[in-house]
T-cell receptor
Framework: DAGVIQSPRHEVTEMGQEVTLRCKPI?????LFWYRQTMMRGLELLIY????????DSGMPEDRFSAKMPNASFSTLKIQPSEPRDSAVYFC?????????????FGEGSRLTVL | KQEVTQIPAALSVPEGENLVLNCSFT??????LQWFRQDPGKGLTSLLL?????REQTSGRLNASLDKSSGRSTLYIAASQPGDSATYLC???????????????FGQGTILTVHP
């Protein structure tokens, strides 16, 4: 298996532009998580999906952030409009929720810089 | 609300030492606990997963223990090496029941430096 695949790996954009981050979870996993990591705040859960349904989006900073999971093999995190404080590394992770042995696997992350 | 705390925040040891990293959590209704390693500029790599019914897991020089009733886990690293230098994070998965079933909460991590 190729693991969790994220794109783009790096994104540099200007304030006000729309940013779309993409994630392909591991085949067969039924839960997908979006995390944001910064030096100041560490690893923060933004939203997670179970069976393609958003379960908890309480970590989404504000209305500028939105996430979708149209099917079991694809998810997007969109920021519109982007701001410099959104600069961070965004991680996608997937797992099989109902299995006690279900490990969480992370992608390599998308490093976002908003100028 | 689950809160996960890791102590110490940073640790520097000479090569060859055995060391212990600590993780504590406030809500014992967990499904499992997972330890991760993160190298600078990289993603998180899973090291060990302990199910809520288990007391410990071992992989090579790593041993993780879990005391669910007291809300604690430890990661023991034997005979540390410079290549073990990284940030170590623990995460707890919420158990069944409630609206946040399956939610994982991370600690802030322990930055480990093993010097030759």
């Amino acid at each position: 298996d190729a693991g969790v695949i994220q794109s783009p790996r790096h994104e540099v954009t200007e304030m006000g532009q729309e940013v779309t981050l993409r994630c392909k979870p591991i085949s067969g996993h039924n839960s997908l998580f979006w995390y944001r990591q910064t030096m100041m705040r560490g690893l923060e859960l933004l939203i997670y999906f179970n069976n393609n349904v958003p379960i908890d989006d309480s970590g989404m900073p504000e209305d500028r952030f939105s996430a979708k999971m149209p099917n079991a093999s694809f998810s997007t995190l969109k920021i519109q409009p982007s701001e410099p404080r959104d600069s961070a590394v965004y991680f996608c992770a997937s797992t099989w929720t109902e299995r006690p042995t279900g490990e969480l696997f992370f992608g390599e992350g998308s490093r976002l810089t908003v100028l | 609300k689950q809160e996960v705390t890791q102590i110490p925040a940073a640790l520097s040891v000479p090569e060859g030492e055995n060391l212990v990293l600590n993780c504590s959590f406030t809500d014992s209704a967990i499904y499992n606990l997972q330890w991760f390693r993160q190298d600078p500029g990289k993603g998180l790599t899973s090291l060990l997963l302990i199910q809520s019914s288990q007391r410990e897991q071992t992989s090579g020089r790593l041993n993780a223990s879990l005391d669910k009733s007291s809300g604690r886990s430890t990661l023991y690293i034997a005979a540390s090496q410079p290549g073990d230098s990284a940030t170590y994070l623990c995460a707890v998965k919420r158990g069944a029941g409630g609206t946040s079933y399956g939610k994982l909460t991370f600690g802030q991590g322990t930055i480990l430096t093993v010097h030759p």
